[in-house]
């Protein structure tokens, strides 16, 4: 027997002031993962995060289905943002079937995928609202986070898992007078989620808690390849739907929030921001959008794609979401990979908890728009 | 939205009031006048004036107030009364349920939500004899490595901590279970037993989250004792007495808040800490460290430590109302008790009820328990209240917030009152 372990298996000093702490599986301030937390007194020196625990295999999955028949499983890992998670797998497909899509199509689509934003939204800071320990902030964003809901149920026919999105469009058209439903609840949500920031975002304590804590610079947010709403607000000006637009978004005036500081408040308020700016582009698309004609190409039965790869990817919820597929003129896909914006920005948060105290942990640890089941897929 | 709880009926409500009365009427007939009649049957009864005492006429005496009332006279003035009913552990936990309620109720309306509903029919009234229920039948699970009789002691303890401090609170002129002359010192002993009793509960739990939640109990409270008896202080050095009756007598006139504003909202604030309430639950920071201190109670061990906290909870808004707000004094609102029924008795028809003893209460107490119970209400809706507002602060800004802003304002009301005291404007010779 060699002294030589592998670094993993090389038993580490024990320090007597040190204390590891399992916050999860089972933790009410964890989600469906572990975060192996070990703690100096109050302050946090070593954090390791252990996603895994609901991985369900769903690029497996997606080998052994044909394109149609993939389409209600792949929007799974995230059923909050189900419409932006099957967004560049259908708009993949669609490359590889060499399918047109309808104008009116796309404007449906662009209204359902801002419309979702806002849903996973809503869920995440409500959760938000949790981990700080403020449970009006969590009935209050949950409540209205109904209306949309409502508002998808007749869009979709499916509260929260829609699968709406099809290659070749949509699977059924708007219901007749949606656009003025539509246009009224937009209007009273976007009134309702500005008095958020009276009552949550310029409270006292709530500002305290956030200000300053677990700050990512602009240099180390690129490096660590975090997106989304992590990256906007490290003062990156970054934003899929203008950088890369993809449907009929270059045709919508889109503003992109973006805040300097890379603290925990800053990453909580980009989403709220987004919000707001959803709602405009919502009304935008409303107008803007054919007032008939079809919404779905007709497909061959089980149509088999053509022999080579697309990468696509969408602004979802929480950042930049790829879809890779591999067809090898079969029905079924080769290979569906989800380069998911979860897991990037959970890299960072080793780095951000490093010195932390450990009652910041939530709060940073849910800033990062991290959603672990998107991360396992 | 599209859940909403159905709306109230006034029909339906009394319908569910005749439901509720049928069933207790039910269960008197059918259970509790046979129990009645079975025991008093056993019992070997004495002879009294030279009659034997049966079991009907026993119920006779019952129904007889000019029997039964110098009984219930005999027991008010005991000892035990004043312990288990009135001043003591009955009306703190009747006050104490009564928090419960309003607390679901108002954190739901203020939160667009509707709260307990449906146990009890009436609004939820039921719901915290539901959770008692449950919390009495589900299983006491003690952690294997768990120091047991210190683990099993703690609630206990705890719970017997809290009765003591109600049992230091004037409720009404005359109605204190201990009448002590150094009060106020007995309440700060009480208070710095809590954080010994958090500690030992946590520490013997042998867990990693008990104990982090104990040493933040630990932090805080010890922490924020010591505003909390400098901001009393004031007080002391006005009435120049420690006995919780005299001051809250001392206040006929004015109450301390109007001359010892800071004070009182120092005291405000440290109660919050003391009492753990949001934005001060650290101890009990649910997203951090579980449930902080009480995360391996199960069982009736958790309900007891919240009945422990209720009961402090009530004591704390009690001691703020005696110190500050006045205690019982207040404009006399209760009429006095009509004379013609003690000569004359009751007319009902054809038949005069004579009934000697009355009355039981006398209008001072009544009036002051009233204006007590208003203003303890008035506290504690004003304790609750954070918990829909604020989200919950760290450990470092609490003990800034303590060590240096709350001892500081404390030391101000301290010569607040001295200057008052040597002005001449209070204490002997002025306003009161």
């Not at chain 1, 959008?289 to 007709?298: A, D, E, F, L, Y």
């Not at chain 2, 939820?124 to 008692?132: E, F, K, N, P, S």
């Amino acid at each position: 027997m060699t002294a030589e372990l592998p670094p993993g298996l090389a038993l580490q000093k024990v320090d007597e002031r040190i204390m590891t702490l399992n916050v999860g599986p089972q933790h009410p301030g964890s989600g469906h993962m572990r975060i192996v937390v070990q703690i100096d007194g109050d302050y946090i020196v070593a954090c390791d995060p252990d996603p895994g625990y609901v991985h369900r295999g769903e690029e497996k999955m997606a080998e052994y289905r044909n394109y149609i028949t993939n389409i209600p499983h792949l929007e799974r890992p995230v059923i909050h943002d189900s419409c932006n998670v099957l967004y560049p797998y259908v708009l993949g497909v669609e490359e590889l079937l060499g399918i047109e899509v309808p104008e009116r199509a796309k404007y449906v689509r662009v209204i359902a995928s801002e419309l979702n934003r806002c849903i996973y939204i809503m869920y995440w800071l409500a959760i938000y609202g949790i981990f700080l320990g403020h449970s009006t902030m969590f009935m209050w964003p949950a409540g209205d986070r109904e209306l949309l809901i409502d508002l998808m149920e007749k869009m979709t026919g499916a509260r929260v898992t829609h699968a709406h999105f099809v290659p070749g469009g949509v699977r059924n058209d708007l219901p007749p007078n949606f656009e003025d439903v539509c246009l009224r609840q937009v209007n009273y949500f976007e009134k309702r989620i500005k008095e958020y920031a009276a009552v949550f975002y310029d409270n006292p304590i709530l500002i305290s808690r956030t200000r300053d804590t677990g700050i990512l610079s602009r240099q180390d947010a690129i490096r660590l390849g975090t997106t989304g709403s992590v990256l906007r607000a490290s003062g990156v000006d970054y934003d899929l739907r203008k950088k890369e637009p993809y449907d009929v978004y270059d045709e919508l005036d889109i503003h992109t929030n973006v805040m300097k500081e890379g603290d925990s408040y800053a990453r909580s308020r980009i989403p709220w921001l987004d919000m707001i700016e959803s709602c405009k582009i919502i009304k935008q698309a409303l107008q803007k959008m054919p007032k008939s004609g079809s919404v779905r190409v007709k497909l061959k039965p089980n149509p088999k794609g053509k022999n080579e790869t697309v990468y696509k990817r969408v602004e979802s919820g929480r950042g930049s979401l790829g879809c890779y597929v591999v067809s090898d003129s079969k029905p079924e896909p080769y290979r569906v990979k989800l380069s998911v914006p979860s897991f990037r920005n959970l890299i960072a948060l080793p780095y951000l908890l490093k010195g932390e105290k450990l009652g910041n942990m939530p709060s940073v640890y849910w800033s990062l728009n991290y959603w672990p089941v998107e991360a396992d897929r | 939205m599209s859940v909403i709880a159905p709306n109230f009926k006034l029909s339906e409500f009394i319908k569910s009031l005749l439901d509720n009365a049928f069933w207790g009427v039910l269960l008197m007939v059918l259970v509790g006048i046979p129990a009645v009649m079975m025991v008093l049957f056993f019992i070997e009864m004495p002879v009294i004036n030279g009659e034997l005492l049966t079991p009907f006429l026993a119920l006779t005496w019952l129904a007889d107030p000019s029997r039964i009332l110098p009984v219930v006279h005999a027991f008010m003035a005991t000892d035990m009364f004043r312990v288990m009913a009135f001043p003591g552990f009955g009306f703190a936990a009747l006050l104490a349920a009564g928090t419960i309620f309003v607390e679901r109720k108002m954190l739901a309306k203020l939160q667009l939500r509707v709260g307990p509903f449906y146990c009890g029919k009436i609004e939820g009234i039921l719901q915290l004899m539901g959770d008692g229920l449950k919390l009495i039948s589900k299983e006491i699970i003690i952690p294997a490595k768990a120091d047991k009789p210190l683990f099993w002691a703690a609630p206990v303890i705890f719970v017997g901590a809290a009765a003591a401090f109600v049992a230091l609170i004037p409720v009404a002129p005359g109605w204190v279970v201990a009448d002590v002359d150094l009060g106020l010192l007995g309440v700060f002993a009480v208070i710095g037993f809590f954080p010994i009793i958090t500690i030992l509960s946590a520490w013997s739990a042998n867990s990693k989250f008990p104990f982090i939640g104990g040493i933040r109990a630990l932090f805080q409270m010890v922490s924020f004792e010591i505003p909390l008896i400098l901001s009393l202080l004031g007080v002391v050095i006005l009435t120049g007495t420690l006995n919780l009756s005299e001051i809250a007598a001392s206040q006929s006139s004015f109450p301390w808040i109007v001359f010892l504003p800071i004070g009182a909202i120092v005291f405000f604030i440290t109660m919050l800490a003391e009492l753990e309430r949001i934005p001060f639950d650290l101890p009990e920071a649910e997203s951090e460290i579980v449930a902080g201190w009480l995360t391996e109670l199960s069982g009736m061990m958790y309900g007891l430590v919240q009945l422990g906290t209720y009961l402090k909870l009530y004591a704390f808004a009690a001691l703020f109302v005696v110190l500050f707000l006045g205690g019982w004094n207040g404009p006399m609102i209760v009429p006095p008790f009509p004379a013609e029924i003690l000569t004359d008795g009751i007319v009902m028809g054809p038949i005069t009820a004579k009934i000697p003893g009355l009355p039981l209460f006398t209008q001072e107490m009544l009036n002051g328990t009233l204006w007590f119970v208003l203003k303890t209400v008035g506290v504690i809706f004003f304790i609750l209240l954070p918990r829909g507002v604020f989200p919950r602060i760290r450990i470092d800004m609490l003990l800034n917030l303590g060590w240096t802003k709350l001892i500081g304002l404390a030391f101000v009301n301290i010569f607040i009152a001295l200057g008052l005291l040597y002005a001449g404007v209070l204490g002997p010779g002025g306003l009161q």
